[in-house]
């Protein structure tokens, strides 16, 4: 069996190929084409995300495949530190634990810190909707990759007139370390990295030199340094920053995106939100377990691990199908249905598991919750348009819409009576 990762056909449904690997010993299949092992199994990727001492992510955030010599130089003048994703022991612990302190992780403090800019956020954003009654939208384009993108940059205090840049830096880095660009292209790419990695260098440089901090996150970080380089060092505070921007955005902008679809592709489910968004929630679960954002995550062996009948070698790069773990029959009753009702969607590991789990789920969850119930209550008629085909965008890892043309109507969907809420229900946090 052969997984083309860039196929049509497995971009737009990858579940076929998911069972297939799922139903082999162990649920481990080695693709030497792709020269990765593809780990799919609920109970191993979950072991593999909660055991750094056999599973390193050293090389999580490096491409995937062999870049040009031309682009492979730039990548090299590249001198980030790892901080998240990509650090392990002895600085995973130390660098964690930075970011524990000083990113609200946890319902509460998410809501409490973040709340505000969430709402005042997603406000202007279907107001931008509500007012093209009538119209067709790209609702990828014009909502779900412009939200986190904004909030992030209140977060970490980006000024207005960057956005721009930091969004064409941050789609970039995708394409170059999880997509196949051509030569030329990764060269442009590797480039416009560098670029970024210096722009969050100025940017925590600027906030040090000014020394008057305030409350975005950058300042938050500083004053947890404390000119302590042995806490962090101000490179590894810019390399935090410059995973972030990305981290926090393509994901959610994900999140965002695959709900809408499961929602809008099937009118009734959206209609039960409208009728009632305390259902928000559990729908976002679900969504998270049956189409998450990221369905493929890597590690590299340290040393040679047994995982059911199959033996990896040390040095091996690994694919952890997300999104297979998350069909697996084993842990899922009926896992192709999408079913907002499962009692234990939760169980998904889209958030990852263990020591590296996604310090942004809970600002995640928030957006996505407040999202929702603000479009439902506001723009209760929204719906794709009858052409509407489902794409992707060629990746390894994200599974990023293209498009998802839409239809705005406030008026209530026809045939249920429906008394939306002008002001947008609010529900708790998924
Ligand atoms: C639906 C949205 C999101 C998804 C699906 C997602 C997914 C993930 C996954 C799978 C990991 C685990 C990586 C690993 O084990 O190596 C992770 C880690 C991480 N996520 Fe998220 N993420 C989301 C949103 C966010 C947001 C909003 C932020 C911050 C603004 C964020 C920041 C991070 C960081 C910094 C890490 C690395 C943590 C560490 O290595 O200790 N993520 N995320």
New binding site residues.
């Given amino acids: 069996m052969r997984l083309n990762p860039f196929d049509e056909p497995y971009l737009t449904d990858p579940a076929g190929v998911w069972r297939r690997i799922l139903d082999e010993p162990g649920g481990v299949h080695h693709d030497p084409d792709l020269g990765l092992w593809l780990i799919s199994s609920h109970a191993h990727v979950r072991r593999a995300?909660a055991d750094p001492a056999t599973f390193g992510?050293a090389l999580?955030l490096a491409p995937i495949y062999d870049v040009c010599p031309e682009a492979l130089q730039l990548i090299m003048q590249i001198d980030a530190p790892p901080?998240?994703?990509?650090?392990d022991p002895p600085v995973?612990p130390r660098?964690?634990r930075a970011?524990r302190v000083t990113?609200a992780n946890t319902a509460d403090r998410v809501e409490q810190r973040y709340g505000p800019i969430v709402r005042r956020r997603v406000g202007e954003l279907v107001a931008r909707l509500v007012a093209r009654q009538g119209e067709r939208v790209d609702l990828v384009r014009e909502f779900s990759t412009e939200l986190?993108l904004l909030?992030?940059l209140d977060?970490l205090g980006v000024p207005e007139q960057d956005i721009g840049r930091v969004r064409d830096w941050a789609d970039g880095q995708i394409a170059l370390i999880w997509g196949r660009p051509e030569p030329a292209e990764q060269v442009r790419l590797a480039e416009s990295l560098l670029e970024f990695w210096r722009y969050c260098q100025r940017l925590v440089q600027a906030r040090l030199d000014d020394g008057r901090y305030g409350e975005d996150y950058v300042s938050l970080a500083l004053e947890y340094r404390d000119g302590d380089d042995d806490r962090l060092t101000v490179t590894e505070v810019a390399s935090?920053v410059f995973?972030?921007l990305v981290?926090?955005?393509e994901?959610?902008?994900?999140?965002?995106a695959h709900a809408l679809d499961q929602a809008l592709s099937e009118p009734d489910r959206w209609r039960a939100m409208v009728e009632e968004p305390a259902r928000i929630p559990a729908f976002l679960s679900e969504t998270?377990r049956y189409a998450?954002?990221?369905d493929g995550?890597?590690?590299i062996t340290l040393r040679p691990v047994t995982l059911g009948e199959v033996t990896i070698p040390a040095g091996a790069r690994c694919l952890?199908l997300?999104g297979a773990a998350n069909r697996d029959p084993a842990v899922f009753a009926h896992p192709d249905r999408f079913d907002p009702g499962r009692p234990d969607a939760a169980d998904h590991?889209?958030?990852?598991?263990?020591?590296?789990?996604?310090?942004?789920?809970a600002?995640?969850?928030l957006?996505?919750g407040i999202a929702l119930a603000r479009l439902t209550a506001a723009i209760p008629g929204l719906r794709l348009t009858p052409d509407h085909r489902r794409s992707y965008k060629p990746n390894v890892a994200f599974r990023a819409h293209r498009a998802l043309p839409a239809i705005i109507d406030v008026a209530p969907p026809t045939g249920r009576a429906v008394a939306p809420d002008p002001a947008g229900a609010e529900v708790p946090a998924a």
Avoid: D, K, M, Q
Avoid at 349 to 361: M, N, V, Y
């Fill in positions: 995300l992510n999580t901080t998240t994703a990509a650090a995973h660098t964690r970011l990113f986190p909030v992030l977060l935090i995973n972030l981290a926090g955005h994901t959610t902008a994900g999140l965002l998270l998450p954002a990221i995550w890597l590690r952890l997300i590991l889209s958030f990852g598991h263990g020591p590296h789990f996604c310090i942004g789920a600002l995640a969850r957006e996505a």
